[in-house]
């Protein structure tokens, strides 16, 4: 519901993930209580998720309606997470803004007439507007760093190759820095949270590529005070 409100002021998300409500009761079945229970994740439109297109803001993705999870949807699943809307980019996110013109173009919730910045903008509006506690961004040159600062949140971009980006459509150049996925939230508490959870023999399994070094619990993030 309050995503719901936040996109009609806003236009962020682009598309609500069906089967949420089956993950939610899937997850309340589950013996074991996860890192992630029952905490409702929203996700960067290029991130796979089945039945759902990953559209890069490009009319030429359009029909590619995608058949399984990427990854990190798999292990946010795992985790206890119920990933249930995706967000509005930058057509090919390129961009420190957040339109294309397929979905139009997102706003800044805290500012209208201001850009939320890109290319994670409608993660970054979803959150600060107060319709996601998480979110998943990702970043090459600035792409979860930019619309944290611009919406007043706290996001991470990992070091390179310490998340899978296995299955997610981005892959139409290639780039000299390593594009990485990472979260956002409104404090650094649920961006370690979320690290944690990701971190995990599920993550290590499902993408061998990734080395897998579990969370350190003797690093803590630090904020410095601008």
Request: net charge neutral; aromatic share 4%; hydrophobic share 35%.
């Amino acid at each position: 519901g309050e995503a719901l409100e936040v996109t009609r002021e806003v236009n962020c998300v682009i598309d609500f993930i069906h089967g949420c409500e089956d993950q939610l009761q899937k997850v309340k079945k589950q013996k074991e209580k996860r890192l992630l229970y029952g905490i409702p994740v929203s996700i960067k439109d290029h991130i796979n998720c089945k039945g759902h297109i990953s559209s890069g803001g490009m009319v030429k993705f359009l029909g590619q309606v995608k058949e399984e999870d990427s990854v990190i949807v798999q292990v946010l699943k795992s985790q206890g997470a119920i990933p249930f809307v995706k967000t509005n980019i930058p057509q090919t996110m390129i961009n420190y803004d957040c339109s294309n013109l397929i979905f139009g173009q997102t706003l800044n919730p805290l500012n209208h007439q201001k850009s939320p910045g890109g290319s994670s903008g409608g993660e970054g509006a979803l959150i600060a507007g107060g319709g996601s506690i998480l979110g998943i961004g990702s970043d090459v040159a600035g792409s979860i760093r930019l619309p944290s600062s611009f919406c007043g949140l706290c996001g991470l971009k990992p070091t390179g190759d310490r998340i899978s980006p296995s299955a997610c459509s981005d892959r139409t150049f290639v780039l000299a820095v390593t594009g990485m996925l990472g979260p956002m939230a409104r404090d650094v508490d649920s961006l370690a949270l979320c690290m944690k959870a990701l971190l995990c023999e599920e993550m290590f399994r499902l993408d061998p590529t990734v080395p897998p070094i579990p969370f350190n619990e003797e690093v803590r993030l630090r904020v410095i005070p601008m």
